[in-house]
């Protein structure tokens, strides 16, 4: 499961333990470790141990970094030989151990040049009980190397026709390894500078193999032992989970503070905007009240028929000229009011009406009048709303209330 996030630094760490396990028997051994680390300014030596153990290396390595093993000593055996690049691993064991077993042995293939091939084989039942020791530790050994031939990528640096290391001699030529030479004792005696950092021959190895976590190793096809295997994808994939989990809580993060910014600034228009709606909100009111003004008024200049011909005028003139002498006019109201005025309320009129009201000595003579006026085109309708005479000596009041086509 992504497989492909293997090769970045972030997955595969910045730092990591190289460690060089010489076994004096079975049981016992010498262990000698580097720590190496990534800084902007290149790879540099963070830490060295020496002549420690698997439990001490566990108790220092709190950050659970990924370690490099390199195994030498008793039991490792090594040897030169030509072989095609075909051969299968049992032939090639048999050319070191004759008539032995791959199901007894794991073996490491180290490619010097052409056909040559350096092949180092050990006991399974020796890497398998140190390979449970590191589980036991809680140890990611992530890779297992035989020898010293995990350092083809620092010899290059090295410059050097011949190198110590912890327990050999190496013969140096075309940057290969032609040639191991055993010391028959731990060498600590020559010191090597390698891109300014200085690194004593015992810790040699240990250096090359911590440095195979940044540069791995094109020529050694390196030991299959399924539980290093498992110990690989156990430690790739916690780094994975972390990897990814942590870049998605970055991504909720950041999703939550972009929706935070989006909501703030839609709250802010939002604020703005409801804001201008208040600020104008009176204007809508009196627009309101200024809208029913105008139909109210617009109704009654439409109902006083100023929009049309004015004949209130004529109509006055026409009812004044037709008055007898024996009548006497006192007032008169065209389209007068249905009530009177209260400021409470619309004033309202009583549109195509007019009102009449004046005194006359006989009531025979207001008849006459009234036959009069009928004979006029535009009256509808008269009708006398009052009359009051109290003595034939006094003159009567009366009201009229014409009615217009």
Request: hydrophobic residues 40%; negative net charge; charged residues 25%.
């Amino acid at each position: 499961m992504l497989n492909f996030l293997d090769k970045y630094k972030l997955i595969k760490g910045q730092a990591a333990f190289g460690v060089e396990l010489v076994f004096n028997t079975k049981d016992s051994y010498t262990l000698i470790a580097i720590e190496l680390s990534s800084t902007k300014d290149g790879i540099e030596v963070s830490r060295k141990l020496v002549d420690t153990s698997l439990e001490e290396l566990s108790k220092v390595n709190t950050k659970k970094l990924p370690i490099y093993f390199s195994l030498g000593g008793k039991g490792v055996i090594h040897k030169k030989i030509k072989a095609d690049e075909n051969v299968k691993d049992q032939e090639l064991l048999n050319q070191v151990l004759p008539n032995a077993s791959m199901n007894d042995f794991y073996l490491q293939q180290s490619k010097i040049e052409g056909f040559e091939y350096w092949i180092s084989v050990v006991r399974k039942d020796v890497l398998d009980g140190l390979i449970q020791k590191i589980t036991r530790s809680n140890l990611f050994g992530v890779q297992i190397y035989l020898g010293p031939f995990v350092l083809e990528n620092a010899i290059p640096l090295l410059d050097k026709m011949a190198l110590l290391t912890t327990s050999h001699e190496l013969i140096i030529e075309n940057n290969n390894i032609i040639q191991l030479d055993s010391l028959g004792s731990v060498s600590n005696g020559e010191e090597y500078n390698i891109e300014g950092e200085t690194i004593n021959s015992h810790e040699l190895i240990a250096f090359g193999t911590a440095l195979s976590h940044f540069v791995s190793p094109d020529k050694i096809v390196s030991i299959d032992a399924q539980r290093v295997n498992e110990i690989k994808d156990e430690y790739y994939h916690r780094n994975k989970y972390v990897a990814v989990g942590f870049s998605m809580l970055i991504v909720f993060f950041l999703m939550t503070i972009i929706n935070m910014l989006v909501g703030n600034a839609y709250q802010a228009t939002n604020n703005e905007l409801q804001y201008q709606v208040n600020s104008k909100k009176q204007f809508v009111d009196e627009l309101v009240v200024l809208r029913e003004e105008f139909n109210i008024k617009e109704q009654f200049v439409q109902n006083s028929g100023v929009t049309q011909a004015s004949k209130i005028s004529y109509y006055a003139d026409q009812i004044a000229l037709s008055v007898p002498e024996s009548i006497q006019l006192n007032q008169l109201f065209i389209n007068p009011l249905t009530k009177r005025i209260n400021k409470a309320e619309d004033i309202q009129f009583n549109y195509n009406k007019i009102k009449v009201s004046g005194t006359v000595n006989k009531s025979i003579e207001l008849n006459n009048w009234v036959k009069d006026l009928k004979q006029y085109e535009w009256i509808d309708e008269i009708s006398i709303i009052s009359f009051i005479q109290d003595n034939l000596r006094e003159a009567g009041e009366f009201e009229l209330e014409i009615q217009l086509n």
